[in-house]
């Protein structure tokens, strides 16, 4: 059975303290994977597409990877306006349209 | 340009009665998805439309779930005979082709609550 699995389930940084937040996934056939960012009361907000492994994609504070395995999105020197859920999902299998599969999130708190 | 909007934002209802819930995707865009969420967890999916027909229902949960886009632009979400359940974020997206690879946009949401 797929399973996207998000760690840490929340994380509380100090405003400029670096950290990572994990994604892993065991599917069938990757077609891409996704990172949304989701402020309370909102929807999910698009930040990035990975296709395959070994792929880096960057915005600002943030820098996604991808393994075969997994993918992890970096926060480098976080500031509280980063605080968010953080989501990822998978797009995977033989049909070629795109259902999303998610994660639950990692909630992170940025303090000043 | 105008994002994805629903309607309406928020929705009381009491348990078994019928409510619908609405989508406004980005203009052009061909497919458009709903998708629930429950209070801490990612969004699950019901349903996908390519233009005015169902491509993938297997998400619904029920036959109380129902979903339309008969101009192959806005969608309704209906339920019939709610239940408790049923409370949660409905969400909806959508993606210019509907092709694997295409960004879904999403909306705002529309918090159900079943008394």
């Known amino acids: 059975e797929d399973q996207v699995t998000q760690s840490p389930e929340a994380l509380r940084l100090q405003e400029g303290e670096s950290s990572s937040l994990n994604c892993s996934y065991t599917?069938?056939?990757?077609?891409?994977l996704f990172w949304y960012r989701q402020d309370p009361g909102k929807g999910p907000e698009f930040l990035f597409t990975?296709?395959?492994a070994g792929e880096e994609k960057e915005k600002e504070r943030l820098k996604a990877t991808l393994t075969k395995k997994e993918s992890f999105l970096h926060i480098t020197a976080p500031k509280p306006e980063d605080s968010a859920t953080y989501l990822c999902a998978v797009q995977a299998g033989a049909d070629s349209w795109g259902k999303l599969q998610f994660g639950a999130g990692t909630q992170v708190v940025v303090t000043p | 340009g105008a994002g994805v909007s629903q309607t309406p934002s928020n929705k009381v209802t009491e348990k078994g009665k019928y409510v619908e819930l609405r989508c406004d995707p980005i203009?052009?865009?061909?497919?458009l998805y709903w998708y629930r969420q429950s209070l801490g967890q990612g969004p699950e999916f019901l349903i996908y439309?390519?233009?005015?027909?169902?491509?993938?229902d297997s998400g619904l949960p029920n036959d109380r779930f129902f979903a339309v886009r008969p101009e192959g632009s806005v969608s309704t979400l209906k339920i019939q005979r709610t239940e408790r359940g049923d409370s949660a974020v409905y969400l909806c997206a959508s993606s210019l082709t509907g092709r694997s690879k295409d960004t879904q946009y999403f909306g705002p949401g529309t918090r159900l609550t079943v008394l």
């Open positions: 439309f390519q233009g005015t027909g169902a491509a993938d």
């Open positions: 203009s052009g865009h061909t497919a």
């Open positions: 990975l296709y395959s």
């Open positions: 599917v069938s056939g990757l077609r891409g």
